[in-house]
């Protein structure tokens, strides 16, 4: 009998709409005037439009497309940081975003602040974060810097340490936007070591790279975006050839 498939994610009929200013407004005053005065033009953009595809336990799905295609905003709406304009998501069990890693962070606080803060957002306990915090700050290789503002970071150094917090726990679902190829050779195998675990463990993965090398080495399943729309999905291969055809 074929095993049974599980599915994780259910993205139906999602359409994302922005509104993009038509004129250059220079500040919070001219804003609310111009808003009064009903002279602020918008143009309807939609970055998504009619996205369905559906996911099941162990998939590993590339998002191919040329810059601006929607590919980032695809992946925030799956992970919640931005609400769809239409359609539904439906995820089943934990997600782990990674996206704009370390972006979150307060500035003006060390990184031992940050990780309460940032894992507070993710959900984590006071409890949990005080069991896990040598494990966080072995990882991100910052001991020394620990107790420095992040402002002082480097953009490597934020992006390690948003990493090593946003992977604690073992995700159902883990959502990359191009964290591989950030950081420097080490870390950037360290974390990529980290991701094969649990990809063994049989994590579902959203995974946006401009490296189609990446991609095929870690994906089964890939879809094609263009001006927000599918214009492929099936295999990482026969998609891959497509989106090469579309750019050489
Ligand atoms: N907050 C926003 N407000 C207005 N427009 C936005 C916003 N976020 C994204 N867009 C627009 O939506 C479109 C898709 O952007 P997105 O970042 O998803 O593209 P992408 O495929 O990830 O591109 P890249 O390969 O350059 O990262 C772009 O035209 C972008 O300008």
Redesign the pocket.
């Known amino acids: 009998m074929a095993k049974q498939k599980k599915e994780v994610l259910k993205v139906e009929n999602v359409g994302m709409k922005?509104n993009?200013s038509q004129e250059k407004v220079d500040d919070l005053k001219d804003y609310v005037i111009k808003l009064l005065k009903r002279e602020l033009q918008y143009n309807e953009?939609w970055?998504l439009k009619n996205i369905n595809f559906t996911l099941n336990k162990g998939d590993r799905l590339g998002i191919l497309?040329?810059?601006?295609?929607?590919?980032?905003?695809?992946l925030k709406v799956i992970a919640g940081v931005l609400k769809a304009t239409e359609g539904t998501v439906t995820t089943k069990g934990k997600i782990a975003p990674l996206l704009e890693l370390g972006a979150g962070f307060d500035q003006q606080y060390t990184g031992r602040e940050n990780i309460y803060l940032y894992g507070a957002v993710l959900g984590f306990s006071k409890k949990f974060l005080d069991e896990k915090y040598e494990e966080i700050v072995q990882f991100s290789e910052l001991e020394k810097f620990i107790d420095v503002p992040v402002k002082n970071y480097s953009s490597g150094m934020k992006t390690r340490l948003g990493f090593s917090v946003a992977t604690l726990v073992e995700p159902d679902i883990l959502i990359l936007d191009e964290v591989l190829s950030v950081g420097d050779a080490k870390f950037r195998k360290k974390s990529e070591k980290k991701i094969m675990n649990m990809f063994d463990k049989g994590v579902t993965v959203l995974f946006?790279s401009?490296s189609l090398e990446q991609v095929k080495r870690l994906c089964n399943k890939a879809i094609l975006?263009e001006a927000?729309q599918i214009i492929a999905s099936g295999t990482v291969e026969e998609v891959s050839k497509i989106y090469e055809e579309k750019t050489n």
């Not at 497309?65 to 695809?74: C, H, I, R, V």
């Open positions: 922005f993009l953009f970055a497309g040329l810059n601006g295609a929607g590919k980032s905003t695809l946006v401009h975006l927000g």
